[in-house]
């Protein structure tokens, strides 16, 4: 009844005004955006081009994880609340093989000894969470596939507190760095330190954020080549569009989504280990915050859509950076959280859709 009222309300506007007030005031808070952004490149050129390399590297993780939502909605319509934790069990799982003495690795060892052992735990860390995610798909989420949404929606919410508390119980409620208890001496450098290139007075680009970049775009590439050009990504696809006409044509279709789950886990575990290595810490309670932060950016690109989730990713990182850095006016690092909500609220009241999804009708 509300919703009709409202509905009402805003068509008699519209047959007075012969306007549509939501997107005038979309197009507002965009363009009173786009002038602070200019006013601080112009007042600081040099901490604008900081903030938008800081928010490249920041965006490229956030995509990551915002990619195997997106997968994960595309083929089930499910939002995998608990695809964050399993981004914090692979920060976790990472830091455990580092600092185990499986690899023999130690302060000052040389890239040619480090680097083999660090693709050697993205391997292992990005089959574990895959394994984590396709269990908690086949335990959770298999058997409530003909409820009512709300159903497994809450399911997903419960099996994230689950994992929460799993990260708890192995390795406790403090932060998780990468010298803490490993019995090595001192800690490890895994990405190469110092900077690439300088700017301005102050400016700089590291090489740790372009090792980062280096790790994730491959990966991004090669997720939208398997979904677009392999068999079992046209397997994929058909399950997303239609699950009962592709099971008629011969798909296996709980193979075909326990193989989504093991990609959005596998995306989730590499996100992890490029966290862990660039921030040498995780906490149990990391992949929340994380996985809210990439779930907006998977909604503000358009949910279900593999480039609209690397494009959202980078839009969030390029936000969070510019208000961590700019000085004008800006609301500070206090203010992130409520700046990324509050873009979700109005994405989600402007275009639903997301920047890159398409509009359908209800229930097509």
């Given at each position: 009844?509300?919703?009709?009222?409202?509905?009402?309300?805003?068509?008699?506007?519209?047959?007075?005004?012969?306007?549509?007030?939501?997107?005038?005031?979309?197009?507002?808070?965009?363009?009173?955006?786009?002038?602070?952004?200019?006013?601080?490149?112009?007042k600081t050129p040099t901490d604008f081009l900081q903030a938008f390399l800081i928010g490249i590297t920041r965006g490229s993780?956030?995509?990551?994880?915002?990619?195997?939502?997106?997968?994960?909605?595309?083929?089930?319509?499910?939002?995998?609340?608990?695809?964050?934790?399993?981004?914090?069990?692979?920060?976790?799982?990472?830091?455990?093989?580092?600092?185990?003495?499986?690899?023999?690795?130690?302060?000052?060892?040389?890239?040619?000894?480090?680097?083999?052992?660090?693709?050697?735990?993205?391997?292992?860390?990005?089959?574990?969470?895959?394994?984590?995610?396709?269990?908690?798909?086949?335990?959770?989420?298999?058997?409530?596939?003909?409820?009512?949404?709300?159903?497994?929606?809450?399911?997903?919410?419960?099996?994230?507190?689950?994992?929460?508390?799993?990260?708890?119980?192995?390795?406790?409620?403090?932060?998780?760095?990468?010298?803490?208890?490993?019995?090595?001496?001192?800690?490890?450098?895994?990405?190469?330190?110092?900077?690439?290139?300088?700017?301005?007075?102050?400016?700089?680009?590291?090489?740790?954020?372009?090792?980062?970049?280096?790790?994730?775009?491959?990966?991004?590439?090669?997720?939208?080549?398997?979904?677009?050009?392999?068999?079992?990504?046209?397997?994929?696809r058909a399950t997303a569009q239609d699950r009962e006409a592709a099971a008629m044509m011969g798909i296996n279709?709980?193979?075909?989504?326990?193989?989504?789950?093991?990609?959005?886990?596998?995306?989730?575990?590499?996100?992890?280990?490029?966290?862990?290595?660039?921030?040498?810490?995780?906490?149990?309670?990391?992949?929340?915050?994380?996985?809210?932060?990439?779930?907006?950016?998977?909604?503000?690109?358009?949910?279900?859509?593999?480039?609209?989730?690397?494009?959202?990713?980078?839009?969030?990182?390029?936000?969070?950076?510019?208000?961590?850095?700019?000085?004008?006016?800006?609301?500070?690092?206090?203010?992130?959280?409520?700046?990324?909500?509050?873009?979700?609220?109005?994405?989600?009241?402007?275009?639903?859709?997301?920047?890159?999804?398409?509009?359908?009708?209800?229930?097509?």
């Open positions: 009844m509300v919703t009709d009222a409202r509905t009402g309300e805003q068509l008699a506007v519209r047959r007075l005004t012969g306007i549509n007030p939501v997107p005038i005031l979309g197009l507002v808070i965009v363009g009173l955006l786009v002038v602070w952004l200019a006013i601080n490149l112009e993780l956030y995509a990551l994880i915002a990619l195997g939502y997106t997968l994960v909605y595309g083929i089930l319509e499910l939002i995998n609340f608990a695809h964050g934790d399993v981004f914090m069990l692979g920060g976790m799982i990472a830091m455990t093989l580092i600092g185990t003495d499986l690899f023999g690795l130690h302060a000052g060892d040389s890239a040619l000894h480090i680097w083999p052992a660090v693709l050697a735990v993205l391997a292992i860390t990005i089959v574990g969470c895959g394994i984590i995610n396709v269990t908690v798909e086949r335990i959770a989420y298999r058997p409530l596939r003909g409820a009512p949404r709300l159903v497994p929606l809450i399911t997903a919410i419960a099996a994230s507190f689950i994992l929460q508390n799993i990260g708890i119980a192995t390795k406790g409620s403090d932060y998780v760095t990468l010298n803490s208890g490993t019995g090595r001496s001192g800690a490890v450098d895994f990405l190469p330190q110092g900077n690439i290139f300088t700017f301005g007075n102050s400016g700089y680009y590291s090489w740790p954020d372009f090792i980062v970049l280096l790790i994730t775009a491959p990966v991004l590439f090669l997720l939208l080549w398997l979904v677009q050009r392999t068999k079992q990504g046209k397997a994929m279709v709980n193979r075909t989504i326990s193989f989504t789950f093991l990609i959005a886990g596998g995306l989730a575990g590499a996100a992890g280990v490029v966290y862990a290595m660039y921030f040498t810490s995780v906490r149990f309670d990391q992949g929340f915050q994380l996985g809210l932060f990439a779930f907006t950016a998977a909604v503000l690109g358009g949910i279900g859509n593999l480039p609209g989730a690397v494009l959202g990713g980078l839009v969030i990182g390029l936000i969070e950076a510019f208000n961590n850095t700019l000085s004008w006016h800006s609301p500070g690092g206090d203010w992130k959280q409520s700046i990324v909500f509050a873009i979700l609220i109005m994405i989600l009241v402007f275009r639903p859709e997301g920047l890159l999804g398409e509009r359908t009708p209800e229930g097509a």
